[in-house]
């Protein structure tokens, strides 16, 4: 993603924001000579294709600057700059991260007023720390742009050193992200929600309190949804403790570092290959319940327990022992469907432990786009269902219905599963089925601790 800015001195706009910042822009996504300009639309009317835009840019500038912790902090949404447009065209782009990384997506898209096309349809994947150069280099411009041309006390200026100042603050750029992850301002955030941010910073931390925050609605912003964490981990050891997860996730976390070119469903794939290994578990193998995964790992007495509604697990390590909070979904204990659900989100809450082994707290929701989530989907889907054993099946004749049964997940596990086939295998092939990566897990195993 890069800005291209050509400023256009003369301008006939009313404002002296926007004659000082009158431009052609453009909006590079992709690499190189695969770049494509998001800002190069088809005039309806004369027919003329143009490779830029001539906008003001203070407003997309000033805009991205009021929501600079809303970007970063969300999850599982997308962030459109047509918000910014204050009455000129822009494109159909959209921000969105998971934590680590952050996409940029450009949809094609019709202008009525005025009457233009925004072809482009693509985007781009990039790391968080890139995506923040580049947006701090777009607003920078502008900031400087205004004050060469005499704009003094800009809106835009004003806010962007706000962030800055905060983004220079470790402690302060953690509380203004984690106001973004609720929607809020934080520069202009109530003295209610402030407290309960500095709250839950006491129990969660870092991408952990902002996939916890970003998955509650404001509704569910009580003190009381802390409380019962603290009342969790006073429950006794034996009704969350899983003895042998710790060791294994040691074992083999070497083999499942990741940074931010990874993907999510890669880490967690990867890891669910791993941590089978480590465990001994064979093809053949099948998980019934979440208990039978438990007592894999070592439990004695597993009970899960009432949390709160989009919380599906909690992970804490009090005294340095992993334990799991199932939540409790109630209903028919013998439904297939509560089987299902505890099945699948004790296995997430499992590859979270493994994924993310330095963590004090964390939580399993129900957001998508988010790294910790995304991550326990994946290695929770390989774990239980490995995409051979699956594959082989449906190949076989069977149909969806009757794998879930099998591996005691949910049909729509099966069905991305299946869809996801290539992909993983071609994964598989790149980390999985090579010498060095198969002979490490055996060898932490036989030595009993990580490989250097």
Known sequence: MRFLVEWIDGGVNRAAEERATLCELGIELGIDVDAQNACRFIDDVSKEETESLVVPAVHLAEGLATDWWIIFGGRDRDHGIRRYRTGFALPDLFFRTDGSTFEVTSKAFSSENPHLRFPFHGGERLSRVVAEAELSRFIDAVVDRLAGKGVRNSEVAECWSRVVESRNDPDEQAFCEAAGALRLDPYAISDEDARFIEEANHVFSQESLIEFLAGIGKEERLASILERVHQMESRPAAAASLPELGDVSCQIEPLIRHDWSDRPWEVGYRAAWAFRQALGVTSDDRFASHMTLARKLGAVQFEPAKLFDGIRALVSRPDGETRI??????????????????????????????????????????????????????FAAEFLAPVESVFAM???????????????????????????QHRIQALRDAYGQRKPFKQAVDEAIRKGSAPS
């Not at 028919?332 to 963590?359: H, L, P, Q």
């Not at 004090?360 to 989907?377: F, K």
């Not at 076989?396 to 599963?417: L, N, P």
């Open 325 to 378: 909070h199932l939540h409790d979904h109630g209903g028919d204990k013998k439904s297939a469907d509560i089987t299902e659900i505890s099945n699948f989100s004790f296995a997430r809450a499992v590859g979270d432990a493994v994924c993310f082994r330095n963590t004090r707290r964390s939580v399993v929701n129900d957001l998508h786009h988010a790294e910790r989530q995304a991550t326990g989907r994946a």
């Open 394 to 420: 449906w190949e076989d004749g069977r149909d969806v219905e009757a794998i879930a049964d099998e591996f005691s997940v949910s049909s729509y596990v099966i069905e991305k599963q299946i869809a996801n």
